[in-house]
């Protein structure tokens, strides 16, 4: 059984900072890559960038690029979600989740919500 547990989300300022961390249970966590996605209010959940089980290889929104970056540290079992500049459009609850093939994605964590004021 895989277990997904998001931590780190609170308020912050425009402009601010905020590391979420993601501490996956269960073997095998390096044999997977991992995601990020984030889901407003009234919106629907969206994509926000994705990491190689190797942490070679990073992938990311438009609307992310530049401001957030995803790492991962496999003798912790965690990936984690620096986000810098952040906007108030930033505001949501974020949730990674495991990659299991191609765009699939089929473990998921409870969300960590992140509001950043103006």
């Known amino acids: 059984q895989v277990q997904l547990v998001e931590s780190g989300g609170g308020l912050v300022q425009a402009g601010g900072s905020l590391r979420l961390s993601c501490a996956a249970s269960g073997r095998r966590f390096s044999s997977y890559a991992m995601g990020w996605f984030r889901q407003a209010p009234g919106k629907e959940r969206e994509f926000v960038g994705a990491?190689?089980?190797?942490?070679?290889?990073?992938y990311y929104a438009d609307s992310v690029k530049g401001r957030f970056t995803i790492s991962r540290d496999n003798a912790k079992n965690t990936v984690y979600l620096q986000m810098n500049s952040l906007k108030p459009e930033d505001t949501a609850v974020y949730y990674c989740?495991?990659?299991?093939?191609?765009?699939?994605?089929?473990?998921w964590g409870q969300g960590t919500q992140v509001t950043v004021s103006s």
């Open positions: 989740a495991r990659q299991s093939g191609g765009y699939d994605y089929d473990y």
């Open positions: 990491i190689s089980w190797s942490g070679g290889s990073t």
